[in-house]
């Protein structure tokens, strides 16, 4: 009899232990949610004078996305500066989206414009911020995809 304990008691242990695991792997493999707060995704430069990120910002069931674009050396004339915000679900579902948004006066190196921005008042869910962004280059617009913001929380 004490032979099958001890066998019991080692499926047991192995049945806990298989679990524990199986549980670390699945939580190691979830994205990270942040509760409530702003967080920023990572910059994107491109046609050697522009940059632009994401920004999500969520409190208590709100949520809103900016996508914020600047040149990086001279200024930009009004026009030549367009950012687009896209308000995203963690399942990718866009919950809202605006149009492009040029700068309406001369903008500065360096200077963020940041005036594209929609939101929603859907509580409980996880959100991020994902835009595009355009920028002249003395002929035509050249335009790319800002990385997403991190998830976070409403």
Not at 69 to 88: D, F, I, K, Y
Not at 100 to 123: E, F, H, Q
Not at 130 to 153: I, L
């Amino acid at each position: 009899m004490q032979t099958d304990n001890v066998a019991e008691r080692r499926v047991r242990r192995a049945g806990i232990l298989l679990s524990a695991l199986v549980a670390g792997v699945l939580l190691g493999a979830t994205p990270q949610v942040a509760s409530a707060g702003v967080a920023s995704g990572s910059t994107v430069n491109w046609g050697s004078t522009y940059a632009a990120y994401s920004t999500i910002s969520t409190g208590p069931g709100v949520a809103t996305a900016l996508t914020s674009t600047a040149r990086t050396s001279g200024s930009a004339p009004a026009g030549w500066v367009g950012e687009q915000v896209r308000l995203l679900r963690s399942n990718g579902f866009i919950q809202c989206e605006g149009t492009y948004v040029y700068n309406s006066s001369t903008l500065g190196a360096g200077t963020y414009m940041g005036i594209s921005g929609c939101g929603t008042s859907i509580a409980g869910l996880a959100w991020y911020s994902r835009g595009n962004a355009t920028g002249w280059n003395g002929s035509s617009y050249n335009g790319t995809a800002v990385p997403a913001s991190p998830n976070q929380n409403s």
